[in-house]
Structure formats: C-alpha cells, structure tokens
C-alpha cells in the first residue's frame, strides 16, 4: 500500500484554500492572545516586573506547558520524525535524559535561581563572580539565542517552501512579525498563554497523522510488524561507541547535559519557572514540562515510525521527491491528507506553532538580559513607564534582529535538529559550567571561571567546526537501511545520490575512511557530546585555576549563593510564602532573632518595600 501511494503521483499537492484557513486561524488566536494579555494587567504590580515574568503569579500547568512549548518548535516537529525514520525508536530515550535534566533542575538550581528573586539568571553570575563574568554570559546568550532561532524561523520556511510552495521569505518574516508583534504586546503572560494553545495544536497535528497513516498501513499491528523488520524496534542499542549519532548513552549522559544547559543555565527558560507563585509551584511546572516533553517526543517518534512503514519499499529521499531528510514530514503529511483539504493546514499550523512558541521565548527572553544584565545601571531613577517603553522597544529589535539572523542562516549548510542543539552546546555549554563551578564549588575564583569558560568554549567550537569539515559516514552514525525498490517513477535513480547510498564512496572499506583516525575519529563523535565536554572541560578547567591562583574563602560567599548552604538557611520560611516576598525594589535584610525568637542563623528574607512596616 505504501509504495502504491507514492507512485500514484510524482508530486504532492500544494495547499488549498481550507489548509490555509486553519493556518489563519491559528495565526489570529496567536495574536489575539498578545492584546488580551496586553490591556489585562495585574493591578498594583511595577510593569516591567510584570512583562518579564508575569508578575510572578502565574500558574504552574501554563509555565510546564511554555516550558515544554519553548524547545518543541519546528525543528524538532520535523526534525524528530526524521531522525526516528532513519534511526529508530531508539530516539525516545531522549525522554530519559530529558527526567533527569527536570529532576536536576528542580532539585539543583531553581531553588537558587527563585530565592534570590532574579529576573535573569546572569544576575547570579554578577553576585558570585562580578559584572565582568554577568556581561560574558549575557553576551553568550545573546548570541546562542540569536543563532538558535535564526534556525528555528529559517527551518519551516526553509522546508514548507519545498514541500508546498509556501513562498520562503513570506513565511519568514510573517513568523517573525507575528511573535514579535503579540510579545512585544503582552510580555511574558501572552508568551505562556499563547504556548499553551499552541502545544495543544502541536498534539493535535501529531495524532492526526499517527492515525491516519496507521489507518492507511493497515493497523498497528502492522506498523510494528513493519518497523521490527526494518529494525527501527531498537531499543537494546547500549554500545559505548561515542561515534554513533544515538545510543542509550548519547542520549542518557549527552542528552541530559545538553537539556541541562537549556534549562539551568538559559534564560528562556529560566525566566519561566521563576514567574511561578511559589517555589513549590515551579517545581510542578517542571515535572508538567516533563510530561510534555515526553507526550510530544513520543508522538513525534511515533510519528517517524508510521512514515517508514509507508514508504519502506519506496523512500521518498532515495526517489528523488525530495531533497533532505527534513522534508519527510511535510511530504507524507501531503501524501496521505491529499483528499482531506484542511488536515495538511493543521501540520503547517503544528510546525509554525512550535516555531512561534520558540522564537517568542527566545524574543522576550533577550529583551529580559538586555535590560537586567546591560541597561539596568543606567536606568536608576527613570520612570516605570520609560522602562516598560524600552522592553518593548527591544523585544521589537530582537524580533526584527532573528528574522535578519535567519536570512543569513540560509546560507549555511546546517543540519536542522543538529544545527540547533549544536549551538546550545557550543555556546550554553561553557555558561552551564560556569553556573556548576560557582553554585557547587565554593574555592572558584574569577580567574578560575574565566579560564574555564574560555577553554570550554574554544573546545566546544573546534569540535563543531571540525565535524561540518570531517563529517561522519552515515554508516559510523548509525543510520539504518531504506529501500526505494519498489518505486517505478523515472526519478529513482536519484536514489544514486541520497543518503545511504553515498555510503559505498565514505564505506569502511574505502582506504581514505580506513585511514581516518586520530582528530577526524575525534570530530566524528555524536553531537550530543558536545555540551557535555564542553561543560566538563569548563568544570575541571576553572577548579584547576582557582588551586593554582589561590581558591575563592567560603566565608566569604553569601550564604544563598552555594547550594550547600542554601537549604539550612531558607528551611524556616514556609513555602507558601516565598512567592509573597517580592518587589519591585528588593532589600535583603537579616531576620531579627528578637522578632522570630529563634537562633540567629543568618536567614535572609526578600521583603516589599511597600510593605516594609509589616512584621516579618
């Protein structure tokens, strides 16, 4: 059934007029979301205060949601299903290393990062090390983040344009003017929001392909009767080969590090889990995100596997109907929608919904670093109404500055999934093990996190530039067999040309491929590594230092700066007040031992400058 389906007709159908009325649709409610946001404010609560992290008041389910929303943007909608048609379902045990990068979060750093009170994560960088260190890391996230969501707006416009003629540059720019319109509005309240609606078209888009295409195979029975035979049914890959692309330790100890470095060490999403009410709540959005995380990769895998089942003797890559591997998604879901008008518009709704989620958080997030971590010693004494102006005023620049970052992506040869999570190697990496010297090692010094942060990244950058000029034979990632035998087109000998089949050119036997070794063997290692090291070698890099220039005195370290001594301090505050104790002018006094009747133990307190006659 599958090959007959792909020989009925060389060429998908482009989109009709429905198709492009439910992508309106979800367009519009994006939008109107950011203006409700926009003129619902919280009473009584400084704005950009609000704009930033919604006041922190907003609910845990919406932030998991966001949180969940803000990575699962069109990359991963058609990168994901791609990777699990070429390697199998292997791929879910991403889900693994993305629970322990929530566990380590909830449990490691959020406490830190929301008892302080921040608003950028960079702050502790500037109260553990100084301004210089604060800079560094704003300016690498700056730059990670521009260069990530070029990629995720260049990627859907990219691949839409090839699959369905949706014209390139239209798409572009209209995802960067609408994220960049209803953020600017709303802030961080039409951010969650609007990423919960579209998380919830994400799913949708997901599970009418699921089953549809399960329905056209001819059952689950034989989906997985298929895909067992195709060995995408993979789940016993534990070999230690760091050259394979996935493994169950790629994804487990490489996978882990790179969420790590996304969710502990980035703005985007730091900024989300600190807008909760309590410290409690923060956690639970967390474990949402987690659920999430897991619900959308599932289906995104799944999504993989129901493709190679029906085009298992006719791959579309091999045959010539399309030209990258992240085109699969958008031509099966045209293959097999062609005489249901609307469901191919609720795909491109599915794509653009994670990319908007995406570029948003990415968008609001930097305006938040700019204004905390660059602007803010220059803005004591001006009006609340000035700085909400100029938030604004930001967001609006960062939009307009991805939608440039984009166009200039367009010329660089980039894997879609791999591009992305390449960059929060390489450049969140190196910030994440800044963060793990500073919140955990006490006897890190400035020299010491400098050094470390330099080696970690000059490392993570050799390493992805040596393996785009040596890349690994598709053999040595792992890339599993397809077939276009049973293709009767004109076209398969295009097949000449695709994926596997340039395998005999850069095969094992080839003397060139024998030959390689030492520094090309080293590049050819999985992507997902390369946060790892690049964090390890930050870690053990800045400890070396600070040994060698004389280590940092514990003494003289804030107590609520080391995860050491965070607990002890803070396990007198009751929960449910934590998310209480805020303001738009923060003052951190010591609790008054007359007053608590209780040993003065150095417990800090975040008081409301308006409420400072109260008793605390």
């Known amino acids: 059934m599958s090959s007959s389906r792909v020989d009925t007709e060389l060429d998908s159908p482009g989109f009709g007029l429905l198709d492009y009325a439910v992508f309106a649709a979800m367009l519009a409610v994006s939008v ?41 943007s069109a990359v991963q909608v058609l990168g994901v299903p791609s990777e699990a048609y070429l390697y199998g379902l292997k791929f879910l045990y991403m889900c693994l290393g993305q629970a322990l990068n929530s566990l380590l979060t909830a449990l490691l750093f959020l406490p830190i990062y929301y008892r302080l009170g921040i608003t950028s994560s960079n702050q502790y960088l500037r109260m553990r090390f100084g301004r210089g260190m604060q800079l560094l890391g704003s300016l690498q ?31 572009l720019f209209s995802t960067g003017f609408i994220c960049t319109f209803y953020t600017t509005l709303g802030g961080m309240k039409a951010v969650v929001w609007t990423d919960v609606f579209q998380v919830v078209v994400m799913l949708s888009g997901f599970i009418a392909i699921i089953i549809h295409g399960t329905l056209l195979v001819g059952g689950v029975s034989e989906v997985l009767h298929i895909a067992t035979n195709g060995s995408r049914i993979n789940f016993n890959d ?26 502990a060490a980035n703005q985007a999403q730091v900024q989300r889990y600190i807008s ?3 410290e409690r709540e923060a956690q639970w959005a967390l474990f949402v995100n987690q659920v999430g995380l897991c619900v959308i990769v599932s289906s995104a895998a799944t999504c993989g596997v129901v493709m190679f089942a029906l085009y298992c003797h006719c791959d579309p890559l091999k045959s010539g109907r399309i030209s990258a591997p992240d085109q699969y998604m958008p031509y099966m ?16 709704a599915c794509a653009y919904s994670g990319t908007l989620s995406t570029v948003s958080t990415s968008i609001n ?76 090692i006490p006897a890190t010094n400035k020299p010491g996190v400098f050094a470390g942060v330099a080696v970690g990244f000059c490392l993570a950058l050799w390493l992805a530039v040596g393996s785009s000029i040596y890349p690994p034979s598709p053999q040595r990632m792992g890339v599993l067999p397809t077939s276009a035998d049973h293709c009767l087109s004109a076209n398969t000998t295009h097949s000449n040309t ?31 590594y390369f946060g790892a090291l690049s964090t390890s070698v930050t870690v053990l890099v800045g400890l070396m230092v600070s040994c060698l220039t004389g280590p940092t005195k514990r003494a003289s370290i804030r107590p609520d700066l080391l995860w050491w001594d965070l607990e002890p301090k803070t396990r007198h505050v009751p ?42």
């Open 32 to 72: 109107a979301i950011g203006l409700f946001q926009s003129v619902h404010k919280a009473a009584g609560r400084s704005e950009v205060e609000d704009f930033f992290t919604g006041g922190r008041q907003m609910p845990a389910v919406p932030v998991g949601m966001s949180l969940c929303a803000s990575f699962m």
């Open 141 to 171: 996230f700056l730059i990670a983040t521009l260069l990530y969501t070029g990629i995720v707006i260049l990627a859907p416009a990219l691949i839409l344009n090839q699959a369905t003629g949706l014209n390139m540059w239209a798409s």
């Open 238 to 263: 534990f070999g230690l080969d760091p050259q394979k692309r996935y493994s169950f330790w790629s994804f487990t100890v490489g996978g882990t590090m790179v969420w790590l470095s996304m969710y």
């Open 276 to 278: 909760c009410r309590t």
């Open 333 to 348: 879901v045209l293959d097999i929608f062609r005489d249901l008008p609307g469901v191919p518009g609720l795909f491109l």
């Open 365 to 440: 997030a930097m305006a938040a670093v700019t204004m905390e971590d660059l602007l803010k010693p220059c803005l004591i004494g001006s009006s609340q109404r000035k700085q909400i102006l100029l938030s604004k005023a930001l967001s609006f620049m960062y939009g307009a500055s991805c939608v440039t970052t984009a166009a200039l992506c367009s010329l660089l040869d980039w894997g879609v999934l791999q591009g992305s999570f390449t960059v929060m190697g390489v450049v969140n990496g190196p910030l994440l093990g800044a963060f793990i010297l500073g919140i955990f």
């Open 498 to 528: 695709s994926l596997m089949d340039r395998s005999p050119a850069s095969s094992p036997s080839d003397p060139k491929q024998s030959s390689q070794h030492g520094l090309q063997d080293f590049y050819s290692i999985s992507y997902l």
């Open 575 to 616: 929960q449910e007040n934590l998310g209480e104790l805020e303001s738009q002018n923060k003052t951190t006094i010591p609790k008054s031992p007359e007053k608590s009747g209780e040993k003065e133990d150095v417990l800090l307190i975040r008081c409301e400058v308006r409420k400072s006659g109260s008793d605390l």
